[in-house]
């Protein structure tokens, strides 16, 4: 099958063209470049308006130059017409969508709608050849991780506040420079050293706005720009990688793979690179021009969908400015079998995303220094976590919420020592119960001005199913792994919290529905009800500036 593809939802004007037989793919670009500041969504039309005509022209002429010998001669030059349907800029994604219905009603072939988020992530899944990868998504515009399972891309965390490049690229607006701001930063960084930034992951949910404040604040108060800038990478790179190792964890995945145009950089590429090595995970990102915004990664999705018949009809094919990854069915993968064993068994060394446990008789954390980590950087996470995880289990007992008891804590070697609790971690028993267990000791907490900053399903124990277990404590299930946690009197601090666990069901139970309701019903009888309706705030927030 050979495809068009269309892509125009921000900056390039690309078209492509897809040949499966062959495995190629051609891509034709026009960038646009602001004369001033960032991309302006008018601007941006107009450049579409312009340069999206001309892209097409250019890959059908390729498209009828390179036609295959065996093709008959009055068939068309390509098969489908797919098209960036959403997400992005509505001006820019309309005059795509009407270039791609002209073309195909013309050629009389099919037309695809393609989400641009899921095509930044199939096209390195599909040339590393992994199954069931966590896939990062780093981009302008989003940044998030999505994992398959159960016919779709399931939301495992993402920014709460900006896409990672636009956050990047507000912050060298600020020092004049021009756009875009990813590769300046990263040329400047090369001769930086460290200065420390806020750094802030919930789970697997972080957010910007606080670092890129910072930044700013640093450059205005003397701090070489090149330092920042070598910091910044350090700190919103880290923070990328930190939540690709959770979902990694989370999931029980050994894969990894990478997309979206903040992918182009060498240090965040180093960074998950490493990290996988000592996981024992498998790490991929394509070339770069599969990562920046292009058709090819369009054409390449666009192939599989109408081979899978998802095509869709000109009168129906609206565009999707807000279009989220997991609202999409994937008609792609239909009876694929990617399921994998939610938890593995329980050996005698558990490994988290930033620990090693040793379950004996009692446990001993231990928090790893991570190498792809700035060791400073790294110094400091593992103190203050080391510190505040003994500091808030002892606090959340004495409100009757069962943690582990602490019998020792060394700062120096980040070693916490505790009780062994539960018999299993909840992500391999997820039961209304249980799972209504988790909602009353949230709540609790939440009560008393305390939040567990990453209340996942691994991080909660329980009994196995003859209710046997070790520990003591009236609920029979036990918060674990407070490192990510703090005092707060603010409401959004909570209801994050009940995001986190509720993400981390939803993006790994076959049916979520009940469990979520069993966590809300259980949490609004014990704790404050407006706590819910700030979650409900949260999930439906405009993400992504
Ligand atoms: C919805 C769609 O329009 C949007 N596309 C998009 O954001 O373009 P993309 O090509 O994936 O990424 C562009 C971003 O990638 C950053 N970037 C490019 N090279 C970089 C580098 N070497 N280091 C860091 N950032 C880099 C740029 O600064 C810019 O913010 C998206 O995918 O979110
Ligand atoms: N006190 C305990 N008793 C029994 N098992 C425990 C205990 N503490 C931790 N574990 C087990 O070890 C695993 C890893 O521990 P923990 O979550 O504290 O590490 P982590 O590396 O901080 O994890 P995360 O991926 O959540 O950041 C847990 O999922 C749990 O199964
Ligand atoms: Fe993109």
Redesign the pocket.
């Known amino acids: 099958m050979r495809v068009l593809g269309i892509e125009g939802t921000a900056w390039a004007a690309s078209a492509a063209v897809h040949d499966t037989e062959a495995g190629d793919t051609r891509i034709f670009t026009d960038a646009y470049l602001p004369e001033s500041g960032g991309i302006h969504p008018r601007e941006a039309a107009e450049h579409m308006r312009g340069a999206i005509p001309t892209q097409v022209a250019t890959a059908l002429d390729y498209a009828r130059e390179t036609t295959p010998e065996n093709r008959p001669s009055d068939d068309p030059p390509v098969d489908a017409v797919a098209f960036s349907r959403g997400p992005g800029l509505g001006p820019c994604l309309r005059i795509v969508a009407t270039a791609a219905r002209t073309v195909a009603q013309r050629l009389d072939v099919p037309l695809v709608g393609v989400n641009h988020m899921l095509a930044h992530l199939e096209i390195g899944r599909a040339s590393a050849g992994f199954d069931s990868p966590v896939c990062l998504n780093a981009s302008g515009a989003n940044a998030h991780l999505l994992g398959y399972h159960g016919g779709r891309y399931r939301m495992l965390g993402e920014t709460m506040d900006t896409g990672v490049g636009n956050a990047i690229d507000k912050f060298t607006r600020h020092l004049d420079w021009s756009h875009p701001g990813g590769p300046k930063v990263e040329a400047a960084a090369e001769d930086g050293a460290y200065v420390d930034l806020p750094y802030v992951v919930t789970g697997m949910e972080f957010s910007f706005s606080g670092i890129m404040s910072a930044a700013k604040q640093a450059v205005d108060d003397g701090v070489p720009v090149e330092d920042v800038c070598f910091s910044l990478q350090e700190h919103v790179f880290g923070m990328l990688t930190e939540v690709a190792?959770?979902a990694l964890?989370?999931t029980g995945s050994d894969e990894l793979v990478l997309g979206g145009g903040v992918g182009q950089n060498a240090r965040l590429r180093e960074m998950l690179a490493e990290m996988c090595d000592q996981r024992g995970a498998s790490f991929h990102a394509p070339e770069p021009r599969f990562l920046r915004d292009n058709a090819g990664m369009i054409a390449v999705l666009g192939a599989r969908m109408a081979a899978a018949g998802d095509t869709v009809a000109v009168e129906e094919s609206a565009v999707r400015p807000n279009w989220r990854p997991n609202d999409v069915p994937v008609t792609w993968r239909d009876g694929e079998d990617v399921s994998r064993a939610a938890t593995p068994r329980?050996g005698p060394t558990?490994?988290?995303?930033?620990?090693?446990?040793s379950?004996g008789e009692r446990?001993v954390?231990r928090?790893e220094a991570k190498s792809y980590r700035h060791p400073d950087l790294d110094a400091r996470l593992r103190r203050e976590r080391t510190r505040a995880e003994a500091r808030l289990l002892h606090d959340a007992r004495k409100l009757g919420v069962s943690t582990?008891v602490v019998h020792d804590v060394d700062q120096r070697e980040a070693t916490i020592t505790?009780?062994?609790?539960?018999a299993?971690?909840l992500a391999g028993r997820l039961d209304p119960d249980l799972v209504a267990t988790v909602g009353r000791h949230l709540a609790t907490l939440h009560g008393a001005g305390v939040v567990h900053g990453?209340p996942?399903t691994?991080?909660v124990?329980v009994p196995d199913a003859t209710g046997r277990a070790?520990?003591g404590g009236s609920e029979r299930t036990?918060l674990?792994?407070f490192?990510l946690g703090y005092h707060s009197d603010d409401v959004e601090d909570y209801a994050m919290d009940c995001h986190v666990f509720e993400g981390s069901v939803v993006g790994t139970a076959d049916d979520p529905a009940p469990l979520v309701d069993a966590f809300e019903a259980a949490y609004r009888e014990t704790g404050d009800p407006s706590v819910v309706e700030q979650l409900r705030d949260i999930e439906g927030r405009g993400r992504y500036q």
């Open positions: 190792e959770r964890s989370l329980e558990q490994r988290g995303a930033e620990a090693t446990v379950l446990v954390k928090r582990p505790m009780e062994r609790v539960g299993s971690d990453d996942t691994r991080n124990r070790l520990g036990w674990v792994d490192g």
